[in-house]
C-alpha cells in the first residue's frame, strides 16, 4: 500500500471517493442491513473544529469505518471539506494490490506494526495533523490487531500515545458489540463514544516510551469501563393495536352488489 501525494490530490480522492463509495457501503451495511444504536454523540460536539483521533477496540475490518461512519453520517461538521479522514491499516491483511490502491484512496495509511513509531507511515500522520489545514479525523486502534474473542484483553500499543504527543489531539474512545459477524444481515449491533481524552494532567511529562503507554493505557481504561458497563435497554415498543374482528353475516342477509 502506498502514501498518496501530493496532498491536494490526496485529500481529493479521499473526499470523493468515501461519499462516493464508502458511505453508501456502510450506510448499507449498517443501516439496512443491519440494526445498529449510537450512544454518546454529543462527545463529538466537544472536539468541534479541531483533528481528533478516534480509539475504537478492534474485532473486524469493518472496525475502521465503524466511528469515521458514524462521525460522517451524524455530524454534518465532518462531513464537509474542511475535515479529511484517515486510518492506519497493516498492507499485509490487504490481499490484493488494487484493493490496497482503494484502501489509500479511501484515507488509509500503511503501517508496519513491527517497526514502531520510526516510519514514513506514522510520521505521514503527525505531519498532516500539524498542519491544520485540513482537519484530520484518525481512526487509531489502541490494541494494535484484532481481537479474536471481542474482549478487551490486550495490553495497548504505545504508538497511539506518541501520536498524541505529537499532535495534542484530543483522544475519543469508541466501543462497539455486535459486530464480529459483519458484514452480515439481520444482526444487532451497539457503538459507544466517550467523552474526549485531553490528557492536560500528562502536559509536562518528558516525551518518552513511559508517557506513551500511559496515553494508550488511559484510553484502554476508558475502552474497558465502557466494555463493562451494562447495555442500555432498548425503548419499549408501543402496543400494537388489536384487530378487530366482526361476525360475518350468512350469504342470504348480504346486500347485492347490483340493483
Known amino acids: 500500500m502506498i502514501i498518496i501525494k501530493p496532498d491536494r490530490l ?7 471517493l468515501q461519499r462516493l463509495f464508502m458511505l453508501p457501503l456502510v450506510w448499507l451495511v449498517f443501516r439496512v442491513l443491519n440494526r445498529v444504536e449510537v450512544e454518546g454523540l454529543e462527545h463529538l460536539d466537544a472536539v468541534e473544529g479541531e483533528s481528533v483521533i478516534l480509539a475504537p477496540n478492534h474485532v473486524t475490518a469493518w472496525d475502521s469505518w465503524v466511528g469515521t461512519c458514524w462521525a460522517l453520517s451524524s455530524q454534518r461538521r465532518f462531513a464537509s471539506r474542511r475535515h479529511t479522514l484517515a486510518v492506519l491499516a497493516a498492507p499485509e491483511n490487504i490481499p490484493t494490490a488494487p484493493l490496497r490502491l482503494l484502501v489509500a484512496c479511501l484515507g488509509g495509511i500503511p503501517v508496519d506494526r513491527e517497526r514502531g513509531v520510526e516510519q514514513d507511515g506514522l510520521r505521514d500522520v503527525v505531519r498532516l ?3 491544520g489545514d485540513p482537519k484530520v479525523v484518525l481512526t487509531l486502534f489502541p490494541e494494535g490487531t484484532r481481537s479474536k474473542t471481542g474482549r478487551l484483553r490486550r495490553r495497548g500499543r504505545p504508538g497511539l500515545g506518541w501520536v498524541q504527543r505529537q499532535t495534542g489531539a484530543p483522544v475519543v474512545p469508541i466501543y462497539h458489540r455486535g459486530g464480529r459477524q459483519m458484514p452480515c444481515i439481520g444482526r444487532r449491533m451497539s457503538i459507544r463514544i466517550g467523552a474526549p481524552l485531553r490528557f492536560e494532567h500528562l502536559r509536562d511529562a518528558p516525551d ?3 508517557t506513551w503507554r500511559a496515553v494508550t493505557g488511559e484510553v484502554m481504561d476508558a475502552l474497558r469501563a465502557m466494555e463493562s458497563s451494562p447495555v442500555r435497554p432498548p425503548s419499549p415498543t408501543p402496543p400494537r393495536r388489536p384487530r378487530r374482528w366482526t361476525a360475518r353475516r350468512p350469504r342470504s342477509e348480504r346486500q347485492p352488489l347490483w340493483v
Open 208 to 210: 518518552g516510551l513511559d
Open 10 to 16: 490526496r485529500f481529493a480522492l479521499i473526499f470523493y
Open 129 to 131: 495533523m500539524r498542519r
